[in-house]
């Protein structure tokens, strides 16, 4: 079942934990690949010194964060990586959640971890393609090149890490909000 964009409307910390194990589908090569999410974080509002719209800052890199939650957010880091992120609440809300990483379903449980392609933002962006033409999407539409699927797999509360997030030092204490969740154990969360 297709994700209803109500879904993203709710508190982006609550949607960020319930984002784990849904099924995140990419159709943009004409033939559809599917990842389970396993690994994401939070980004809060203009007060969230590590998000983008921190001070309300309105930019054409941050519009598609101004829009209703359940719109993908697609930004370029350090020049050539890709990060995919979902757009939550509402358009007076300006928050996301950063797709960290992702299981390939099917997948070989006999992978090594020096093969692992989808174990962070840049690395599962670059490997299904997705670029800044997919930001602004309907992640709640069929049709869309990304949506995101309920498949009723069963995440319990004790499987949810809980840490700060990563690479956003230069937000001083927000750094430390503990705004990562990620299912332990999973041998393609970014970093443990």
């Known amino acids: 079942m297709i994700l209803p964009q109500e879904f993203y409307f709710e508190d982006t910390e609550s949607v960020a934990k319930a984002l784990l194990g849904k099924v995140l589908h990419i159709n943009i090569t004409g033939k559809e690949s599917r990842a389970r999410i396993v690994e994401v974080e939070a980004y809060l509002d203009v007060d969230d010194p590590a998000a983008h719209t921190f001070g309300d800052r309105k930019t054409p890199r941050t519009k598609s964060m101004y829009l209703d939650g359940g719109h993908s957010y697609v930004y370029l880091i350090y020049g050539m990586y890709n990060c ?43 490997h299904y393609g997705i670029t800044r033409e997919h930001d602004g999407l309907r992640l709640w539409k069929k049709k869309s090149a990304l949506y995101i699927s309920d498949d009723s797999f069963e995440v319990s509360k004790k499987q949810i890490e809980i840490k700060p997030r990563i690479g956003v030092d230069y937000a001083g204490e927000a750094a430390k909000w503990p705004l990562r969740f990620y299912l332990k154990d999973n041998p393609f969360v970014s970093r443990k």
């Open 84 to 126: 995919l992120n979902v757009v939550t609440r509402t358009i007076d809300h300006p928050e996301a959640i950063l797709i960290r990483g992702v299981e390939p379903l099917p997948h070989h449980t006999d992978i090594k971890k020096k093969d692992l392609k989808t174990n962070g933002p840049g690395k599962l962006c670059k």
